[in-house]
């Protein structure tokens, strides 16, 4: 176990915290606001966020859309540009946040903003940002990480930078309250997934982060059994699980997958499947293929997260545990958006995946394009 740990981004957690936006960021920025199609509108939150600004020079940018776009973000980073912008303010899900951060990088590039996944672009310094969170689901809030969508390629990537991690995010579980049921089942699913990406490796013997992981993915499972019984406690509770999921803690020093991030990335980017449901429909094929490496650690879930008992066949019974669990959300283990000849659309993926270069994926570098096709034609 050998890491460097650092989290700075400051969380105001609980009902109410949205005021906190006041003292948050400089009296002398100049603030875009930057949302998405409007539901901020509808829950409050909008009103809470402008009269907490009410001191503050502001101006705001709407529009980022679910998987958002190069193309949309590029207006954003115009205005920055040209109104000289000192702080930006996501408030929204995953999306809004992932695209301030590219906002917030690129505004500070002379070139194409693309420049900055490409890696052409390596940002060593970004606007400062702070978020107000409206779906608890990537984690975004309070990490490095962004994924943007290149609308004319239909090319879906990410960046990871240190200087687009937000200063602070204030979690107010009520915000959650508007969120239809697809898009809270979504997030559960999207936070078990960052667990397992960090987890099901191999057995490190690090006893915080695994246990840390098993602790949230038991949560998960209770929030999802008790799911239609969702009151102030259970929001809360998913909110702080999603965002402990991926922060950085239970990553630190471990092995780590992400191949089903990967693969579903493009199952996104294709067909527009909502970034959780890619998951589901990636993830058990892909343990199944990597069994040779992961069986240990599957063995370790099954015990330590379902419960199950020891047997020759546990890891098996341990990923129908994990498919059953997506079937209690109704959540689709297998690709629907595509009607018609499926070896045609693994081939898309695959293609994909090559253009990306994505040739080996996974802890062991093992998923090779042939065990990636082999795991979309188990799992299309
Ligand atoms: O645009 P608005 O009107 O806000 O509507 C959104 C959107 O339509 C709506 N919504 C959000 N909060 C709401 C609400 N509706 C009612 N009430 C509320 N309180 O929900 C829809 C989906 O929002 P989105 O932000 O797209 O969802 P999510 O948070 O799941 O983010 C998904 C994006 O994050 C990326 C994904 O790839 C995807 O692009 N990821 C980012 C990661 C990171 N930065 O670390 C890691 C993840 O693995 C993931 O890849
Ligand atoms: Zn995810």
Not at 122 to 150: C, D, H, R, W, Y
Not at 283 to 305: A, D, H, T, Y
Not at 327 to 341: I, P, W
Request: hydrophobic share 40%; with cysteine.
């Amino acid at each position: 176990m050998k890491f460097s740990y650092v989290n700075p981004t400051v969380i105001h957690f609980g009902q109410g915290q949205i005021v906190q936006i006041t003292n948050s960021i400089p009296k002398d920025s100049k603030v875009l606001v930057i949302y998405g199609g409007g539901s901020i509108k509808k829950n409050g939150v909008y009103d809470q966020v402008t009269a907490a600004l009410g001191d503050h020079e502001w101006l705001e940018f709407s529009g980022v859309e679910a998987n958002p776009t190069k193309e949309t973000l590029d207006k954003a980073i115009d205005i920055v540009k040209a109104e000289n912008v000192t702080y930006l303010l996501a408030v929204g899900g995953g999306s809004v946040i992932d695209g301030t951060k590219y906002v917030a990088a690129a505004s500070l590039h002379d070139g194409d903003s693309w420049d900055l996944i490409t890696g052409v672009y390596k940002p060593e310094t970004a606007i400062p940002l702070g978020v107000v969170l409206t779906l608890p689901a990537t984690g975004s809030e309070s990490n490095m990480g962004a994924v943007v969508t290149k609308k004319a390629t239909q090319e879906k990537l990410g960046f990871l930078s240190p200087t687009v991690r937000p200063a602070f995010a204030v979690l107010d579980p009520d915000a959650m309250k508007t969120l239809p049921e697809r898009q809270l089942i979504n997030g559960l699913v999207d936070a078990w997934v960052h667990v397992c990406e960090q987890y099901i490796t191999s057995p490190t013997g690090h006893m915080v982060q695994e246990g840390y992981a098993e602790v949230l993915l038991r949560n998960l499972i209770v929030l999802g059994d008790s799911f239609e019984q969702r009151d102030d406690a259970w929001r809360a509770n998913l909110m702080w699980t999603a965002n402990q999921a991926l922060n950085g803690l239970i990553g630190t020093g471990m092995p780590q997958d992400w191949a089903t991030h990967m693969i579903g990335h493009q199952l996104t980017a294709l067909w527009h499947v909502d970034h959780a449901r890619s998951l589901a429909i990636v993830q058990p094929s892909l343990l199944r293929s990597q069994m040779e490496f992961k069986q240990g650690k599957i063995e370790q879930m099954g015990r330590n997260v379902f419960g199950l008992s020891s047997s020759d066949d546990l890891a098996e019974r341990t990923i129908n545990a994990i498919e059953a669990f997506y079937a209690k959300l109704k959540v689709d283990t297998r690709l629907s958006e595509v009607e018609g000849d499926k070896s045609e659309a693994v081939e898309a993926v695959i293609k994909k995946l090559e253009d990306n270069g994505y040739l080996k994926l996974g802890e062991n570098q093992a998923i090779t394009i042939d065990v990636s096709r082999q795991i979309l034609e188990n799992a299309l």
